[in-house]
C-alpha cells in the first residue's frame, strides 16, 4: 500500500511549455485533490474529484486541466506554463463519501520552478 | 464562502512553555475542523480533528462556535512539534478543504 504517490518530485520548466503532473493511489479513494503550497498563501486548491468521471475546480483553477478517467490516477496538466505557476503541489485524496471523518492523505509534492 | 485564517506567520517559544495556535473561520453552517502538521522534509499529515476530540502528540483543540474559533493547544511545547501547521476547514458540499495561511512553530531548546 503506496497511499498518494506524486511524480515527478522535481521539474524544471520553461515559460510556454506543457507538462503534466502526475498522481495515483492505491486506497479506492473517491476524493483527489491538487493542492499548491506558496509561501505566505497556505495551500489552495485547484481542482478536485469525487469520482471517476467528475473533476471540478478549486479557488485557483487558471492554467490548469484534470481529468479523472479512473479511480487510482488525477493527473494535473499545465498548458503553458507560466512563472506564477512556481509552486509545490500537492496531491490529496480521501473517502468521499465521508469526508468530515475521512482525513486527506497527501502526496510528497512536486516542487515546479518555470523560468 | 468559507475562510479560515491563522493570524500568526511565525511563532517561537521555548522547550517547555504553552503553545497556542490560532485559527479562527468564516463559515455559515456547521463546520469540520482538522489541524494539519508537516514536520520538515515530511509530507502533510492529520494532527487532529475536533469531532474526535482526541489528544495526539499532546496537542488538543475545542471548537468554540460562538468565536468561530479552533485553536490549537499544547501545555507544555517539546523541540519535535517544530513545523508547520495548518488549520483546515470542509463545510457543506462537494469541495475540498479550504486551509488556512499556516503558522511556521518554532520550539527553541
Known amino acids: 500500500n503506496a497511499g498518494v504517490t506524486q511524480t515527478p518530485k522535481f521539474q524544471v520548466l520553461k515559460t510556454g511549455q506543457s507538462m503534466t503532473l502526475q498522481c495515483a493511489q492505491d486506497?479506492?479513494?473517491?476524493?483527489m485533490s491538487w493542492y499548491r503550497q506558496d509561501p505566505g498563501m497556505g495551500l489552495r486548491l485547484i481542482h478536485y474529484?469525487?469520482?471517476?468521471?467528475?473533476?471540478d475546480q478549486g479557488e485557483v483553477p487558471n492554467g490548469y486541466n484534470v481529468s479523472r478517467s479512473t479511480t487510482e490516477d488525477f493527473p494535473l496538466r499545465l498548458l503553458s506554463a507560466a512563472p506564477s505557476q512556481t509552486s509545490v503541489y500537492f496531491c490529496?485524496?480521501?473517502?468521499?463519501?465521508?469526508?468530515?471523518?475521512?482525513?486527506?492523505?497527501f502526496g510528497n509534492g512536486t516542487r515546479l520552478t518555470v523560468t | 464562502a468559507q475562510r479560515v485564517t491563522q493570524p500568526e506567520k511565525l511563532l517561537s517559544v521555548f522547550k517547555g512553555a504553552p503553545v497556542e495556535l490560532k485559527c479562527n473561520y468564516s463559515?455559515?453552517?456547521?463546520?469540520?475542523l482538522f489541524w494539519y502538521v508537516q514536520y520538515s522534509r515530511q509530507r502533510l499529515q492529520l494532527l487532529l480533528r475536533?469531532?474526535s476530540r482526541e489528544s495526539i502528540k499532546g496537542f488538543t483543540a475545542d471548537l468554540n462556535k460562538g468565536e468561530t474559533s479552533f485553536h490549537l493547544k499544547k501545555p507544555f511545547a517539546q523541540e519535535e512539534d517544530s513545523a508547520m501547521y495548518y488549520c483546515?476547514?470542509?463545510?457543506?458540499?462537494?469541495?475540498?478543504?479550504?486551509f488556512g495561511k499556516g503558522t511556521h512553530l518554532i520550539i527553541q531548546p
Open positions: 486506497m479506492n479513494h473517491e476524493y
Open positions: 463559515y455559515s453552517g456547521s463546520p469540520e
Open positions: 490529496a485524496s480521501s473517502y468521499a463519501r465521508d469526508r468530515e471523518n475521512s482525513p486527506l492523505h
Open positions: 483546515a476547514l470542509v463545510g457543506g458540499g462537494a469541495d475540498g478543504l479550504t
Open positions: 475536533h469531532i
Open positions: 474529484s469525487v469520482g471517476a468521471g467528475i473533476t
